[in-house]
């Protein structure tokens, strides 16, 4: 269905436009923030966030059972006086 949706013939008109709707001085910095807009959705896709400390993701994979339950603690009667 879409075997020749991309032939070189239809990128080069589209190339064309483009260069005609942002002009030589625009292109390349729509195309670097093209770039980085896929790149992002690709990391948020992937769960990958390299902004994060191995320490925060360390902290975000730890169960909860390790973290001590409010009912299990119990605390000593104060002394009556």
Do not use: N, W
């Amino acid at each position: 269905m879409l075997e020749g949706l991309f032939s070189p013939m239809h990128l080069i008109i589209i190339l064309a436009i483009a260069l005609i709707v942002l002009g030589p001085k625009r292109l390349p910095e729509a195309g670097r923030g093209l770039g980085e807009a896929i790149r992002g959705f690709r990391e948020s896709i992937s769960g990958h966030d390299d902004d994060e400390t191995p320490a925060v993701k360390q902290r975000a994979v730890e169960p909860a059972a390790s973290v001590p339950d409010a009912a299990a603690r119990v605390e000593p009667d104060a002394p009556k006086s």
